[in-house]
């Protein structure tokens, strides 16, 4: 089974801007979650999404977003981007919500300038 | 709110011999506690989990107790290799403190080096 991808591995952008990050579980896995890992906070909690519905959300501002397809795939959004805001952000697919192992994708590392 | 602490940032040993990280958490003890394996640029890797009622788990070189009492999991890689070289995180479930099951807290990790 192919792993969990991230598309792009790697993005620039500006201060102000917005991007939007993909993310496609593992076949068969319809529990999707998202995370920002910095060196200074370490690995954070954004959201989690199964049948295209937000279940969780983190403490992040509401300049973070996400949604799901019905195939599963996800994607993530951040308006009116910041320095602070570059980081590795890691897709995390699971079977569904109530499955406790969850495999992490390789990540998307955003720089913001 | 809870809190998770990985005791050391860096850990170095020798080859051969038994590397132990340590994850501490306050507040309500956590479902169950999941180990972590992280190499640069890439996603973390999941190793193990141990569930609130058990003690011990094992599985090929690595072990991982839990002790609730403490509020402290260890995570022992035996027999090392350089190849064990990697940051090791820690993380807890939310479940048992109001939040909900899938809310994943992590460590900010142990980065372990091991010398030939």
């Known amino acids: 089974k192919a792993g969990v991808t991230q598309t792009p591995r790697y993005l620039i952008k500006t201060r102000g801007q917005q991007v939007t990050l993909s993310c496609s579980p593992i076949?068969?896995?319809?529990?999707v979650s998202w995370y920002q890992q910095t060196p200074g906070q370490g690995l954070q909690f954004l959201f989690e999404?199964?049948?295209?519905?937000?279940?969780n959300k983190g403490n992040f501002p509401g300049r973070f977003s996400g949604r799901q397809f019905s195939n599963s795939r996800s994607e993530m959004n951040v308006s009116t981007l910041e320095l602070g805001d570059s980081a590795l952000y890691l897709c995390a697919s699971k079977a569904g919500p109530n499955t406790d192992t969850q495999y992490f994708g390789p990540g998307t590392r955003l720089t913001v300038l | 709110s809870q809190k998770i602490e990985q005791n050391s940032e860096a850990l170095n040993i020798q080859e051969g011999k038994t590397a132990t990280l340590t994850c501490n958490y306050t507040?309500?003890?956590?479902?169950?506690l999941q180990w972590y394996r992280q190499d640069p640029g890439r996603g973390p890797v999941f190793l193990l989990l141990?569930?609130?009622?058990?003690k011990e788990k094992r599985k090929e070189r690595l072990k991982v107790t839990f002790d609730t009492t403490l509020k402290q999991s260890l995570f022992h890689i035996t027999a090392s290799q350089p190849a064990d070289s990697a940051t090791y995180l820690c993380?807890?479930?939310?479940?048992?403190?109001?939040?909900?099951?899938?809310?994943?807290?992590f460590g900010k990790g142990t980065k372990l080096s091991v010398k030939p």
């Open positions: 999404y199964f049948s295209e519905t937000q279940r």
């Open positions: 076949s068969g896995h319809r529990s």
């Open positions: 993380a807890l479930d939310e479940r048992n403190y109001g939040g909900s099951q899938g809310n994943l807290i």
């Open positions: 507040n309500y003890s956590p479902a169950y």
């Open positions: 141990i569930r609130e009622n058990e």
